[in-house]
């Protein structure tokens, strides 16, 4: 629709955020705080999860099916709130879709950059984020100069969707991971996979409290402020119902639904939708 009134419509709309299970969560609060009237639709993969250890190829494969699916729930924009799935194609993504798509790697980046001061940044991430460079693809265009010191952690994911994050075994993995980038003596630690935010307090205190950390959930919600005001599409008014907040996971609900509460809180109720995988 044309005009003022198709505007009006599209600005009902919904931000359509997805991630391999509760990790884009961490934007999606973000997005609660900075952009209390909009509506938004999460899809949690937690059937494929991780996807840090599957190949780029088969992880474009499931977030195809999920875009296409995100697009029959009214939606005006995508995030791919999740570092594994941008990092195997962000671009092909944008391919699939015409509306406006984003990740949080270069949210992240240019959050680090704000902070470091000896140039010295490290990220974490899964193994499929690490090894496919995209990080360091998105330093060398906005930031040649910085040194990065790159280091998987695969185990973070598990621990938070088992809901693990403050056990002693959690303690004992963040120490074994972090080792190197402590003798590496970064000033600022990029949390570069969706799931690490919910386990700030263990890898800070490992870390040591000069060391700045980056949740890239922050700046993501910002790029989307901006991403929605350039087009038009920003939510700026109050709906009397309040915006819509709806979520959809391909595994059974119900583990979903319990961590979800945990880490937003507000009544939360998912929907298991099976796609043709
Ligand atoms: N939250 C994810 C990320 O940002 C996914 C982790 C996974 O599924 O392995 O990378």
Known sequence: MEGKEGLQIERY???????????????VKEIYKQLPNESIVYFGDTAHMPYGPRPYEQVRGFVYEIIDFLQTQEIKAVVVACNSAASAGLDYYKERVNLPLFGVIEPGVRAALKQTITNKIGVIG????????????????????VQLYSQPCPLFVLIVENG???????????????????????????LGCTHYPLMTDVIQEVMGANVKLISSAEETA????????????????????????RFFVSGPAKPFTDLAVNLIGGEIKAYQVLLPW
Do not use: C, M
């Open 126 to 145: 899964t193994t499929g984020t690490i090894e496919s460079g995209s990080y360091q693809d998105v330093f060398k265009r906005l930031a040649p100069d």
């Open 222 to 245: 910002r790029e989307a402020k901006e991403v929605l005001f350039k087009n038009d599409f920003l939510q700026d008014e109050h709906h009397k119902d309040g915006p819509s907040r």
């Open 164 to 190: 693990l994050v403050n056990s002693p075994e959690a303690r004992l993995v963040a120490e074994e991971y972090l080792a190197p980038l402590k003798e590496a003596e970064i000033d600022t630690l990029i």
């Open 13 to 27: 709309k919904s931000i359509a955020l997805l991630d391999s299970g509760v990790g884009g969560l961490t934007v």
